[in-house]
């Protein structure tokens, strides 16, 4: 099992990346750097690959919509170049409060959208004259444009003609969609003793489909990780992030996060949730996600908790455990999570 963090969006960058590079002579194996709406990712992740020598550098998550598949192809393929073959292209449809928000594109055919551009990312990979039809047609049609593209190849050589492609997905056909195409699966609030009855069936169904060549689907999940006896005071350090997600990420039945939770059977605790968050009761949000949630997707607590919530999390079939460190001495927490894990 490795181990992988992700990058906080906000703050100094400079003293973040810092934190990476220590954290990668802690054990860390995967760093993933998000992009929302502040930074973008491959710049953030190119500074990495310069100051790193072994970790792998992911976008966690680019877009789809923001930008086209074959500037998603170059920027992976440059990336891959600068870190010497260590970039993973995380992908994900985000949701429509951003896409059509932030980025001003309708949040449209996510599905068909991802099974595309992944499949012309892999070619433009391996150095092929791109034609296509469907949602992105190459060359342009003379009756979309001037009639004057002609189908092109990359003209640099990758690294890799296969990047590792890991998606973000929650939702039966989007995880199915994973399980079948992509490297590597990113679920979020991933709840271990209960994930086979949500994603369970639609993981057998994508993995059915799957081309042997792809490999073992890797399965990144985990969450906050603090720890410590003080386990009230280390629980409440993941409540912000958390009723973020479940509250606030996304409009009333369009919040994918809250559907998530509502399927582990918190029914009631994530309406209440979004509700006070919505109406601008962070803190009462909060308060309001149940204690059972919070110790069940993170990794808070005494140390023999944490290894046996390590224990769940592989018998859930999870092979990246994904760790936001927040504890009071971060660095000897992944140091511990490293033993913990091997």
Known sequence: ??????????????????????????????????????????????FLAARTRRVEIASGILPIYSRTPALI??????????????????????????VEGWHGVPYDKPLSRTREI??????????????????????????????????????????????????????GQSVRLTAEIAEGWLPFLFLPERAHRVWGTSLAEGKARRDPRLGELQTVAGGFLAIGDDVTA??????PHTALYVGGMGAKGR????????????????????????????KEAMAALPDELIDLTNLIGPEGWVRDRIAAYREAGVTVLSVNPVGPDPLADVRTLKKLVS
């Open 73 to 98: 192809a170059q920027t992976a393929a440059g990336l891959d170049v600068v870190s010497g073959g260590r970039a993973i292209l995380g992908l994900g449809a985000s949701g429509p409060q951003v």
């Open 234 to 239: 280390l629980r409440d350090l993941a409540r």
């Open 1 to 46: 099992m490795r181990i992988a963090a992700t990058l906080s969006y906000a703050g100094d960058v400079r003293a973040t990346v810092a934190e990476a590079v220590a954290l990668e002579d802690a054990g860390l194996d995967i760093v993933f750097v998000p992009e929302v709406y502040g930074f973008d990712a491959p710049t953030i992740m190119g």
């Open 255 to 282: 919040n994918f996060y809250n559907d998530v939770v509502r399927t582990y059977g918190f029914e009631a605790e994530a309406e209440r949730v979004q509700d006070l968050y919505l109406a601008g009761h962070k």
């Open 118 to 171: 992944v499949g012309l990312c892999r070619r433009v990979w391996r150095r092929e004259v791109i034609t296509n039809t469907g949602l992105y047609p190459l060359p342009l049609p003379a009756g979309q444009g001037t009639g004057l593209g002609k189908p092109l190849k990359l003209l640099a050589h990758p690294v890799r003609e296969r990047i590792p492609v890991y998606l973000a997905a929650l939702g």
